[in-house]
């Protein structure tokens, strides 16, 4: 599976939209991208996931380039719950296995 | 639906001991792996299943057993626990959505 490149830490005003990056070059074609965040010592939580499509939940958008080697996770209100580290993933998916290999993610923090 | 709950929630160890990390899902889900959190760091992969009866390693097997005799139940095995062991476990089940248990923060002296 591809690496990911993310920041380390990103602040971000509460009511504003967080928007954060994620780099994966060497993404291949059969690779999705995927989103999770975990919030202080609970397990991660599953946010959004797309192939190519820009995609829209009810918690974010991800917005993905057309070379498909950077994409962008953007909260469009963030509020103090925010506050987490967010990872950025990409994984193909087979049968052999759906293994998701975690970085260390950006520890993004809303501020009051 | 309880999701993915894991037991016991806290546990504590001396070096050379063995136990069993629980790991249950009610959600049907073939696909199940356990993770472990060491401070500061991000999640790396130990093991994982893709339906009873078929388990494979991770990132970072050595030192854990598992063992898949049922959809439901995913145990991770410690043979013989380290100090290098000290972690926050987590259990995952699903396979495109992964919803994650709670977490075994385990100490080991």
């Known amino acids: 599976d591809a690496k990911t490149t993310q920041p380390t830490s990103m602040d971000c005003a509460e009511g504003r939209a967080a928007n954060l990056p994620c780099n994966h070059s060497t993404i291949s074609g059969n690779e999705y991208v995927y989103w999770y965040r975990q919030i202080h010592s609970q397990g991660p939580q599953y946010i959004i996931h797309?192939?190519?499509n820009n995609e829209t939940n009810e918690m974010a958008s991800l917005i993905i380039t057309e070379d498909r080697k950077s994409s962008t996770l953007i909260l469009p209100h963030a509020t103090l719950r925010d506050t987490a580290v967010y990872y950025c993933?990409?994984?193909?998916?087979?049968?052999?296995?759906?293994?998701?290999?975690f970085g260390t993610g950006t520890s993004l923090t809303v501020i009051p | 639906n309880a999701g993915v709950t894991q037991t016991p929630k806290f546990q504590v160890l001396k070096t050379g001991q063995s136990m069993t990390l629980q790991c249950a899902q009610d959600m049907n889900h073939e696909y199940m792996s356990w993770y472990r959190q060491d401070p500061g760091m991000g999640l790396r992969l130990i093991h994982y299943s893709v339906g009873a009866g078929i388990t494979d390693q991770g990132e970072v097997p050595n030192g854990y057993n598992v063992s898949r005799s049922t959809t439901e139940d995913f145990p991770l095995r410690l043979l013989s626990a380290a100090p290098s062991q000290t972690s926050v476990y987590f259990c995952?089940?699903?396979?495109?959505?992964?919803?994650f248990g709670p977490g075994t923060r385990l100490t080991v002296t």
């Open positions: 993933i990409v994984r193909a998916d087979s049968n052999t296995g759906n293994q998701f290999y």
């Open positions: 995952a089940s699903g396979t495109y959505e992964q919803y």
């Open positions: 797309g192939l190519k």
